[in-house]
């Protein structure tokens, strides 16, 4: 392990941050880390990302370094959880020269955003774009495939003259359900949900929908030729892989029947699919084909993530700075089983909280664990370095900022969700560490607002969770046994551990941080 940290200089590093003492702020830590989080939420809020994504100087608009004429020959689609707010921003800036929209939204949400006073997120009385509600409990139905074949529509009218506006965001895919005819929405729907059942990975998943469908998989783009396609994306997707969110409407991929069939007689499946499927399948070339310019650069279309989870950790170690902590950032894919980055983030803690010389038993595990929670080898030395390098030198208070989609193994029918059943284990693993000021805190919420079936976000812990548990005569392992993480936290100290935001509008999965105070060190 000493090898492998020695490869990193120290100097670069506190020549970016600088050795200036951290601001004094007299706020606890739990008051910090929801702070943090906040600010973290705030700063992919879909209006805001859209802001600051588009810039408008008369009849000229600039997107992402781009820049189109405006001659009142734009329109936009959209489909997605946040896409409201996203469309409400854009048409605000465009005026005008916005023709016409369509955007397929979760069924209800113009009712909530009023009911909860986020009118900055709706569209105005006189907009040009039509607002069509589908996908009841996040499942395509006849409304979503409605709103899908007015959003094709729309884009099938469209010249070179046009410029389309596709706003995208988590949630699409079921906002987008398109099959190809003769397949039905209920045939599709059948298909996948079979290849699910028998074990298909989510590649061979989207593969098929892709095949199945008009608009995924780059068929709105292709919909669209020849206008300019332009997509802005709030990514929920770990590594922001544009094929994958909302299943990549314009995102061209070729897939050839040969491929899907394939896929289904693996599953052992392929004498089971409709005939309308077969008839899809059968055809002898994918789509792409139909229009021979366009090239495989797909030049008329352009696709940026303006909004995610790495984008959330940046303005989170912006607000970190200003609380008087040093921000480091271990990475925005961790995932995996909840038990094994619980484990992760409590060496990490105790790692950096250690007065003495960590054990090398400590890297040693965190580097093993690194392939199970998706963290790069690299990332885990480089954030040791940090955390050890601060402690060493005495930088003050230092704040771990991750983020990502963990796993949780489903063992009992109790209400939570990954975010509090990690704060939960972390809470364990912390146990032995001094408690705040003194000792670390950690906070894992879901930038959504609702972690599973419940109206928190996440929850906040330290080193005394399970002494204080204790007190209150509640078992920490019964509640983890049934999945019950929400009904712990609402029993402990009336609620107070809970992170509840409330509505957020937006979501870039989760963040994390450990928050880790001054620690005076033994020296030898």
């Known amino acids: 392990m000493a090898r492998v940290l020695s490869l990193f200089r120290p100097q670069p590093f506190l020549a970016l941050v600088g050795r200036r003492k951290p601001t004094l702020c007299k706020m606890s830590l739990d008051s910090r880390a929801r702070e943090v989080f906040a600010a973290a939420v705030e700063s992919v809020q879909p209006d805001t990302v859209v802001r600051q994504s588009i810039e408008r100087k008369e009849d000229l608009v600039i997107i ?62 006189n907009s040009r774009i039509r607002v069509m509600e589908g996908a009841k409990h996040n499942l395509p139905d006849a409304d979503a495939q409605k709103a899908a074949e007015g959003i094709a529509q729309l884009a099938s009218e469209l010249t070179e ?114 005939a309308s499927v077969k008839d899809v399948l059968g055809r002898l070339s994918p789509r792409w084909q139909e229009h021979e310019d366009e090239t495989d650069k797909a030049e008329h279309v352009r696709n940026v993530v303006i909004g995610s989870n790495g984008v959330a950790l940046k303005c989170a170690g912006r607000r970190v700075r200003e609380l008087g902590f040093r921000p480091v950032v271990l990475s925005p894919g961790v995932c995996g089983d909840v038990r094994s980055v619980s484990r992760l983030y409590g060496l990490l803690a105790r790692f950096a909280c250690s007065r003495e010389e960590p054990p090398p038993e400590i890297a040693a595990e965190v580097l093993r664990l690194g392939p199970e929670v998706g963290v790069e080898s690299w990332d885990l030395c480089r954030t040791m370095q940090v955390l050890g390098e601060g402690r060493k030198e005495g930088w003050g208070a230092t704040c771990l900022l991750a983020g990502g989609e963990p796993t949780v193994e489903l063992t009992g029918k109790g209400r939570g969700g990954r975010n509090q059943e990690l704060a939960l284990r972390v809470g364990l693993e912390l146990r032995g560490l001094e408690l705040p000021p003194k000792g670390p805190v950690f906070l894992s919420g879901g930038t959504d607002g609702q972690d599973g079936p419940t109206e928190a976000a996440g929850a906040i812990t330290d080193g005394g969770l399970y002494e204080e548990a204790q007190a209150q005569g509640l078992d920490i392992n019964n509640f983890l046994t049934n999945n019950d993480s929400f009904t712990f936290f609402t029993r402990l100290s009336s609620g107070q551990r809970l992170l509840v935001p409330g509505l957020t509008c937006t979501n870039v999965m989760d963040v994390h941080m450990l928050l880790i105070p001054p620690i005076p060190i033994n020296i030898k």
């Open 64 to 125: 992402d370094g781009h820049k189109f004429t405006l001659k009142h020959n734009l329109h936009l689609v959209g489909f997605g959880k946040a896409v409201l707010g996203m469309a409400a921003e854009a048409e605000r800036i465009m005026g005008d020269h916005l023709v016409k929209g369509v955007i397929s939204v979760p069924h209800g949400i113009q009712q909530t955003l009023q009911q909860h006073g986020k009118d900055q997120l709706l569209l105005k009385e």
């Open 161 to 274: 003259k046009d410029l389309l506006l596709v706003l995208i965001s988590g949630g699409g895919s079921a906002l987008l359900p398109a099959p190809i005819p003769p397949i039905s929405l209920q045939e599709k729907f059948d298909v996948t949900r079979k290849l699910a059942a028998a074990g298909a990975t989510i590649q061979e998943l989207n593969t098929v929908r892709r095949a199945l469908s008009l608009l995924k998989g780059g068929g709105l783009a292709h919909c669209a030729h020849p206008a300019q396609v332009f997509a802005l994306i709030l990514s929920d997707v770990i590594g922001d892989p544009l094929d994958l969110i909302a299943s990549g409407p314009t995102v061209r991929s070729k897939v050839w029947p040969e491929e899907v069939l394939s896929i289904l007689e693996r599953y052992k499946l392929l004498n089971s699919v409709p």
